[in-house]
C-alpha cells in the first residue's frame, strides 16, 4: 500500500494509515522505525488516546482513509515534530474539522501555519469539502494566531463541560 503525503516548504505529513498507527501505539521506537525518522522530545501532546481513536475509525471505514492523523516530518532534520489532521471525513454538508501540535522546540517558526496550510489544500482538493472547523481554548493563544494567519473567522464561543470555553473557527472554501 502506497503512503500519502501532503508535501510543504519545509515539511512532509505523512497519513498516518493503520499500520503507522499500531506502530505509533507500540511505542516511540516502533513509530520512529517504521517512519524511518527520529522524534522530536515531547512530539505529541495528544497522546497515544489520540492515536487509538484515529485507528478504531479507521479500522470502522476505509472511507476514513485520509481523514485523520497525519505526521508532520521536518524535511531538513528528517524528525517527527508533531500530528495533526482531520476529525473524520467530511459531512454531507461539505464540512471536515482540523487539529494540529507541534512539539516545543519547533514552535514560533511557522511549522503549525505551514502545516495547517497543507492540510487546509489538501483539504480543498476535494471538491465536496466547502467548509473547514477549527476549535480552540477561548483566548488568545498560539494556536488562535495560526488560524488566523490561514485565514480562517471566528464564528462562536461555545461552553465546553470538560474544556470550558472554546472559540469556534471556520474558513470558507473561496468562490
Known amino acids: 500500500m502506497t503512503i500519502m503525503f501532503i508535501e510543504t516548504e519545509n515539511l512532509r505529513l505523512v497519513e498516518a494509515d493503520i499500520d ?23 512530539w505529541t501532546e495528544f497522546g497515544v488516546g489520540a492515536i487509538q481513536y484515529s485507528l478504531e475509525r479507521l479500522l470502522e471505514s476505509k472511507d476514513e482513509s485520509g481523514w485523520w492523523t497525519y505526521f508532520p516530518i521536518h524535511k531538513r532534520d528528517n524528525t517527527l515534530i508533531g500530528s495533526g489532521g482531520y476529525k473524520g471525513k467530511p459531512t454531507e454538508e461539505g464540512t471536515v474539522e482540523v487539529g494540529y501540535e507541534i512539539a516545543p522546540q519547533y514552535r514560533n517558526k511557522g511549522l503549525a ?3 495547517t496550510k497543507g492540510l487546509i489544500a489538501n483539504a480543498f482538493k476535494h471538491a465536496n469539502v466547502s467548509v473547514i472547523l477549527a476549535y480552540t481554548l477561548g483566548q488568545e493563544n498560539p494556536s488562535t494566531k495560526v488560524l488566523t494567519k490561514c485565514g480562517f473567522q471566528k464564528i462562536a464561543e461555545i461552553n465546553d463541560p470538560e474544556d470550558g470555553l472554546l472559540w469556534k473557527w471556520e474558513l470558507r472554501r473561496a468562490e
Open 20 to 42: 503507522i498507527l499500531k506502530s505509533g501505539l507500540e511505542g516511540n521506537d516502533q513509530l520512529s522505525n517504521k517512519l524511518g525518522v527520529s522524534l522530536a522530545d515531547n
Open 113 to 115: 501555519t505551514e502545516m
